[in-house]
């Protein structure tokens, strides 16, 4: 004979899920989704509490991802793996599902706030001005919020707006944020070692710089109408004359200035 312990009329209590339960990436994202929805559906607070704490066990792997990136920058590991639990935590009670988006695209930034944020308070060789720190803390908050609401990382532009800010404050900021324990050039790098980290820094002459500016600017390129593309491939890629590029697309060469003008401004808003 078995004794009921529950108190009448109770709900039957949340059998909790073993922590320790490994789950592939779809059923964690489908899981997850799942729970955070029965969250918010509920009013008692004892659930909300376990089902919480279940969407933060089943995402801890992500927490410790982001931490990891992180690694050997002059703090300890388990140290930044706590950040990262912490920021998932704040990720899980400030996620709402009504946006509907997905976890992951509000958890990640969020968790990699907290872990930045752990860097400027403990991490900084050369510490920065003080109002540049606490713009940065300013500006993961910001970030973080717009985040959920555009379902995708913020621009700096939209950053400064939503802080009334210059957008050269927050450049400033975001510039300076990573600039932690610096790395000794004597490193050994590569399967054996052999090498050390100052012996891969490249030349100026190596075109590095350019090789930036393209990583830069090909998310915004490939947002460009095809014409626009084109009218770029052929000025600045095969060196033709605003004259040719007029005859080959059919319009008058005043017109591929006028379009030329445009597709830069376009850029350049797009990477601000």
Known sequence: MTLDTEAPGAPPAREPRPATQAFPEPDRSVTTARLLAELHATDDEQEKAALRAEVVVLNMGVARAIAHRYRQRGLAEDDLVQAAYVGLVKAVNGFDPSHERDFLSYAVPTVTGEVKRYFRDFGWSVRPPRRVQELQGQIAKASSELTQRLGRS???????????????????????????????????????????????????????????????????????????????????????????????????????SRLLSRILRDLRNELL
């Open 154 to 256: 913020p621009r700096p532009s939209e950053v400064a707006e939503a802080l009334g800010l210059e957008i050269e404050s927050v450049i400033e900021a975001l510039a300076a944020d990573g600039a932690f324990t610096p790395a000794s050039l004597d490193v050994p790098v590569g399967a054996d070692g052999a090498a050390t980290l100052g012996d891969l820094m490249p030349d100026e002459a190596e075109g590095f710089e350019s090789a930036e500016a393209r990583v830069m600017l090909g998310p915004a390129v490939r947002n460009l109408a095809p014409r626009d593309r084109r009218i770029l491939e052929l000025r600045f890629f095969h060196g033709w004359t605003q004259e040719q590029i007029a005859q080959d697309i059919g319009v008058t060469q005043m017109q591929v």
